[in-house]
């Protein structure tokens, strides 16, 4: 009598949903990139001057954008 079963072993089912949990990290570092991205270019349109009332320079404007991230 041959025995059959329709569940993915363990290890596979494990695999699987690792495969689907790094699939959905990069989406969200995708998104995540697209709307820091808008925010650099709207601070990039802006003049010195009013980047100098944020407290900012030019030449930090992707350092401010990625502060909560990075620590320079």
């Not at 363990?10 to 699939?23: G, K, M, S």
């Not at 010195?48 to 990625?66: C, E, N, P, Q, S």
């Amino acid at each position: 009598m041959a025995i059959q079963t329709t569940e993915f072993a363990p290890t596979l089912r494990d695999r699987v949903d690792a495969i689907f949990a790094r699939i959905g990290q990069g989406m969200n570092s995708y998104v995540e990139a697209r709307s820091r991205h808008r925010e650099i270019e709207a601070l990039e349109a802006m003049s010195d001057k009013d980047l100098a009332d944020m407290g900012i320079t030019r030449d930090r404007i992707v350092h401010y954008v990625f502060r909560d991230l990075v620590w320079l």
